[in-house]
């Protein structure tokens, strides 16, 4: 809607079809400009790659892409939650590598892929609720300066939402682990748009 070109993936090309049909008719005011591939095709197409899967699905998608993640931004909205494993949404599950992200981080290792963690506060709720604005933030955290203002532009397109560097990778160790608290806030209140937002910070009023 904001008139940035959208590849959407999966891991069969007739599900990500199916999605964009489904976008273009809910959204039929709107001229979008999105077309839909198998995952390893619209990682080679796209300039910025934003992984949205559950954790047991993380490892190996990250995996069939490798190849076509050489120096491109990778903004991974994995969190590691207990329902990978049976348990419960509001429980976290702790990782070797300390974070979803730093996992994939992991995987790329040699690449040049600049990670960052990003959208794991967001609800879908909130995200499919187009085109009203989002009252939450987004948290990022990532290695790379630049590909952390890149990724901004971009996620700031969404109306409502405000970006904040939170800071290096290793922060989405913090980041992560705010979902299973916002799940949680939504099932005890009966809500769907739990959210996050930053107040304080004299940077952040700047616009």
Do not use: W
Not at 28 to 55: Q, R, S
Not at 170 to 179: H, N, P, S, V
């Amino acid at each position: 809607m904001a008139g940035v070109e959208v590849i959407v993936g999966s891991r069969k090309e007739e599900k990500a079809l199916d999605v964009v049909a489904k976008a273009k008719e809910d959204l039929a005011d709107y001229d979008l400009n999105m077309v839909g591939m198998a995952n390893e095709d619209a990682a080679k197409a796209g300039d910025v790659l934003i992984l949205t899967v559950p954790l047991a699905a993380q490892k190996p998608t990250v995996e069939g892409i490798k190849e076509f993640c050489t120096d491109k931004i990778v903004m991974d909205a994995t969190v590691p939650l207990e329902t990978a494993i049976g348990g419960k949404p509001f429980r976290f599950v702790d990782l070797m590598e300390g974070s979803a992200a730093e996992r994939t981080a992991k995987i790329l290792e040699g690449t040049g892929a600049k990670v960052i963690c990003a959208f794991c506060n967001i609800s879908n709720s909130h995200l499919s609720n187009i085109p009203e604005e989002i009252d939450c933030d987004c948290l990022i955290a990532g290695d790379d300066k630049e590909a952390k203002e890149i990724a901004a532009e971009i996620i700031d397109k969404i109306p409502g939402i405000k970006t904040i560097d939170t800071g290096i990778l290793e922060k989405a160790r913090i980041i992560e682990k705010i979902t299973p608290l916002l799940i949680g806030l939504n099932i005890k209140y009966k809500s769907h748009y739990g959210g996050l937002r930053i107040t304080g910070i004299p940077a952040l009023d700047k616009d």
